[in-house]
T-cell receptor, first 114, second 114 residues
Framework: AQSVAQPEDQVNVAEGNPLTVKCTYSVSGNPYLFWYVQYPNRGLQFLLKYITGDNLVKGSYGFEAEFNKSQTSFHLKKPSALVSDSALYFC????????????FGTGTRLLVSP | GAVVSQHPSRVICKSGTSVKIECRSLDFQATTMFWYRQFPKQSLMLMATSNEGSKATYEQGVEKDKFLINHASLTLSTLTVTSAHPEDSSFYICSETRGAIGYTFGSGTRLTVV
């Protein structure tokens, strides 16, 4: 079965510093990986995805993620964090069977301090 | 970009009543719509997958008679919480899929049952 692990419940970083939010996955077949951000009482906003191609994926708002097949990881990164980046971040993998639903990690809360 | 319109954003209802949540795909004919539930500080759990013109597919443990899903057209899917109880209070989010292109999420509905 497909699964995603986000080992950190919360990540704290100072504004201007680089940030990393970790994600590892398990999937049958080719991995289709996604990162979403959620602000309080809001739906999910798409940040980026990996389907195929370059291992370094660039997304919205200056975020990027590195796909590492050998480590089955897809960590989210940003070179310089902003206070406005504080939110809940979800990593997800597509189930390659059936209706191809998304399977989400437990989420990581990012807190960027001024 | 892709847009899924979800209404209402917030609803408070009395215990025992029913509540309908709508998701409209504004720029895409969504054959498949996913319905998720999110408890506070937790991840999104898939409840069911609705398909236009056919019965919804429910995840294990989800009561299909309580959470009625209708996908009568390619642009509208509805979730009705019947005989709501306080434990049904949650954040409900719909999502459409566009295959390899990705997934678009509604803005969510905060249901409070009093």
């Amino acid at each position: 079965a497909q699964s995603v692990a986000q080992p950190e419940d919360q990540v704290n970083v100072a504004e201007g510093n680089p940030l990393t939010v970790k994600c590892t996955y398990s999937v049958s077949g080719n991995p289709y990986l996604f990162w979403y951000v959620q602000y309080p009482n809001r739906g999910l906003q798409f940040l980026l995805k990996y389907i195929t191609g370059d291992n370094l994926v660039k997304g919205s708002y200056g975020f990027e993620a590195e796909f590492n097949k050998s480590q089955t990881s897809f960590h989210l990164k940003k070179p310089s964090a902003l206070v406005s980046d504080s939110a809940l971040y979800f990593c997800a993998v597509r189930d390659n069977t059936g209706f191809q639903k998304l399977v989400f990690g437990t989420g990581t809360r990012l807190l960027v301090s001024p | 970009g892709a847009v899924v319109s979800q209404h209402p954003s917030r609803v408070i209802c009395k215990s025992g009543t029913s509540v309908k949540i709508e998701c409209r795909s504004l720029d895409f004919q969504a054959t498949t719509m996913f319905w998720y539930r999110q408890f506070p500080k937790q991840s999104l759990m898939l409840m069911a997958t609705s398909n236009e013109g056919s019965k919804a597919t429910y995840e294990q443990g989800v009561e299909k008679d309580k959470f009625l899903i209708n996908h009568a057209s390619l642009t509208l899917s509805t979730l009705t919480v019947t005989s709501a109880h306080p434990e049904d209070s949650s954040f409900y989010i719909c999502s459409e899929t566009r295959g390899a292109i990705g997934y678009t999420f509604g803005s969510g509905t905060r249901l409070t049952v009093v």
